[in-house]
């Protein structure tokens, strides 16, 4: 099992900037990777970024491109998402998520292949 928390969500103007982070407990020995994903209201679920747990290797979605950075600690055990330029579309609930599967870099944006789920955290961007 892997436990997943996150924190540093809130309300940002339109350019500012925000620092998401995921704190993984358990078997975090176990984790492939680790992903960011959001959802609007009244949207499906979309993918944000993800790294690699072994490598870095990181992949992010075409809208967050040049603006957000996902990493993570030496420990392994902490996920960031760095938001800057933050547009009010990026407004949502982020959610992280874990696989402790191996995965083909072709479905790491999908989230069927995340076992484990945090309970999210709200970003609002507006002036």
């Known amino acids: 099992q892997v436990q997943l928390v996150e924190s540093g969500g809130g309300l940002v103007r339109p350019g500012g900037a925000l620092r998401l982070s995921c704190a993984a407990s358990?078997?975090?020995?176990?984790?492939?990777?680790m992903a960011w994903f959001r959802q609007a209201p009244g949207k499906e679920r979309e993918f944000v970024a993800a790294?690699?747990?072994?490598?870095?290797?990181?992949y992010y979605a075409d809208s967050v491109k040049g603006r957000f950075t996902i990493s993570t600690n030496n420990a392994k055990n902490t996920v960031n998402l760095q938001m800057d330029s933050l547009k009010p579309e990026d407004t949502a609930v982020y959610s992280c998520?874990?696989?402790?599967?191996?995965?083909?870099?072709?479905?790491?944006?999908?989230?069927?292949?995340?076992?484990?789920w945090g309970q999210g955290t709200q970003v609002t961007v507006s002036s």
């Open positions: 998520a874990a696989t402790v599967r191996p995965y083909n870099i072709l479905v790491v944006r999908t989230a069927k292949i995340y076992d484990y």
């Open positions: 358990g078997r975090t020995f176990s984790v492939y990777a």
């Open positions: 790294i690699s747990t072994s490598g870095g290797s990181t």
